[in-house]
């Protein structure tokens, strides 16, 4: 069967659009069997992406950014907690996230040459929050105020974007009171910063929250922050550049294949950079074991180097 390509326009806002008859050309000219197709809403991609499962399609490829690889994600394991097709990624997006921990290029043609030779491969867990999927990341309070913040910041692009961000968040931001449960352990009525449940390594294209997840070891690797005030915000923030934050006493760190977190304060939650919640109060998180098989490059990207 061909490689099905689903690509979001709005990925790095609007920038992806820019580069749809370059993805089409560039696939043509390498002789690629594909079909191609561009999603028309906000979760378009899961129904596309759903609809290549069914019709056999075999890669069906991410063209755009974590939002989108999150869409295709959620088609592809929309029956099973396996994939029963490959997935290929196009990083068109902001941050680029997973393209970059997979050793993928980004630039446009070696991007696409790595996609038609397939070279490598590699099997890697993906996660359930609810009932939504997820292979990248899960971040809760303050990280995803963060996010919501950045979204309505229209004169920055890439990275900045985040940065900037979190800059906002800190004028704007509440910090909840949780209960959180995993296997052997329990948090309970803690006021916190935030919580990250991080599959992989990298997010929001420069935070190394979970700097030593792997995606294939069926764990994730869970960061609590304790409540902090502003200044104590920014004097941590340094540290989730390269990783380091992990040291710091005021942050909790924990592995596990599955946690619960209740709160009566209400919780913003983001999955793979798109918020899905803006006012949670059950979360329950699972482990999907070797879930997707991904076209990636010939090794991982770089990690950080903690000090």
């Known amino acids: 069967m061909p490689a099905k390509i689903i690509l979001n326009p709005y990925s790095n806002r609007w920038g992806a659009a820019k580069h749809a008859d370059s993805v089409v050309a560039i696939l043509k000219a390498l002789d690629y ?33 974590d939002g989108t690889i999150n869409e295709v994600v959620n088609g592809l394991l929309a029956e099973a907690d396996v994939a029963s097709a490959r997935l290929g990624i196009l990083p068109l997006g902001s941050a680029n996230d997973l393209a970059y921990q997979i050793g993928l290029p980004m630039d446009l043609e070696q991007a696409c040459q790595a996609l038609v030779s397939a070279q490598y491969e590699c099997l890697v867990d993906a996660g359930r929050i609810n009932n939504r999927a997820f292979i990248n990341d899960v971040t809760i309070a303050f990280g995803a105020r963060v996010n919501i913040e950045a979204a309505k910041i229209k004169w920055l692009r890439g990275s900045l974007i985040y940065l900037g961000g979190v800059f906002k968040a800190l004028f704007n931001y509440h910090l909840p009171t949780v209960t959180i449960e995993w296997d052997g352990g329990r948090l309970e009525d803690k006021p916190i910063l935030m919580a990250y449940v991080g599959n992989g390594w990298r997010t929001g294209g420069v935070f190394f929250l979970t700097p030593d997840a792997r995606a294939d070891d069926g764990l994730f690797d869970v960061i609590v922050g304790d409540a902090m005030n502003r200044l104590q915000i920014m004097q941590l923030l340094p540290k989730t550049f390269n990783g380091s934050h992990i040291q710091d006493k005021r942050v909790a760190l924990l592995r596990t294949d599955r946690l619960r977190i209740h709160s009566d304060d209400p919780l913003p939650v983001l999955s793979d950079g798109e918020i899905i919640y803006t006012d949670a109060h059950e979360l329950d998180i699972r482990l999907l074991p070797q879930a997707v098989r991904l076209i990636c490059g010939p090794s991982e990207g770089q990690r950080p180097t903690i000090a």
């Open 33 to 65: 069997d594909f079909e191609f197709v561009q999603t028309q809403s906000p979760n378009h991609g899961i129904e596309l992406a759903r609809a290549a499962v069914q019709a056999g399609f075999d890669p069906i490829v991410a063209a755009g950014g």
